[in-house]
């Protein structure tokens, strides 16, 4: 089956700073990926779709500036958190879209010091 | 807005019974998908089954069975023969014509040995 991978799967970060999360799609070329956030004990939120060679589009209420998407190629999508906060402290999941199915990555625990 | 409605936060079976688990959901899509999936303690989310709206026939994947009633817009998951590598959140999910999934709120299923 199609594999989906984070990188990195946990990190901390002071508050203030950036941090980047990678999602690839191993084995298959991916024109939209999702990302998603996950509160403990909660759902999956979706935050904005991806498209390759496009802008990203937001969730009603996601700040796309403080949530950078970059889709360079068919197989890689990045979240950038910047001038992160404590709020932030989240578990980012996302997701590769291939002919109705989404595959999902094995997600990043984001924890903002 | 489409909307997908999990009204069982919790629930427990006894390890070889059997378990159905209730969703419910809204859209006035006419053609759309469902799926169940499972997310275990690792937070990676696991595609369970998936039903295709124009498909009368009700979806099976060895012991996970949906039920789909298309007119009720209801679509509930039978596993059979519990097992205590079943024990997950379960959510159900609804993909819309953007390609984009939105989940239940899930349901925590215990197996008890």
């Known amino acids: 089956g199609a594999v989906v991978s984070q990188h990195p799967s946990r990190v901390i970060c002071k508050s203030g700073t950036s941090v980047k999360i990678e999602c690839r799609s191993l084995?298959?070329?991916?024109?939209?990926m999702f990302w998603y956030r996950q509160f403990p004990k909660q759902s999956l939120m979706l935050m904005a779709t991806?498209?390759?060679?496009?802008?990203?589009?937001?969730e009603q209420g996601v700040e796309k500036d403080k949530f950078l998407i970059n889709h360079a190629s068919l197989t890689l999508s990045t979240l950038t958190v910047t001038s992160a906060h404590p709020e932030d402290s989240s578990f980012y999941i996302c997701s590769a879209a291939q002919v109705y199915e989404q595959y999902f990555g094995p997600g990043t625990r984001l924890t903002v010091t | 807005a489409q909307t997908v409605t999990q009204s069982q936060p919790e629930m427990s079976v006894q390890e070889a019974e059997t378990v159905t688990l209730s969703c419910t959901y809204d859209?006035?899509?006419?053609?759309?998908?469902l799926f169940w999936y499972k997310q275990p303690p690792s937070r990676q989310m696991i595609l369970v089954i998936r039903q295709e709206a124009y498909k009368q026939q009700n979806a099976t994947e060895n012991r996970f069975s949906v039920n789909f009633q298309k007119a009720a817009k209801s679509f509930s998951l039978k596993i059979s023969d519990s097992q205590l590598g079943d024990a997950a959140m379960y959510f159900c999910?609804?993909?819309?014509?953007?390609?984009?999934?939105?989940f239940g709120k899930g349901t925590r299923l215990h197996i008890l040995p």
């Open positions: 859209t006035s899509e006419s053609d759309y998908y």
């Open positions: 991806s498209n390759e060679g496009s802008k990203a589009t937001y």
């Open positions: 999910a609804h993909l819309n014509r953007d390609d984009k999934i939105i």
């Open positions: 084995d298959f070329q991916a024109t939209t």
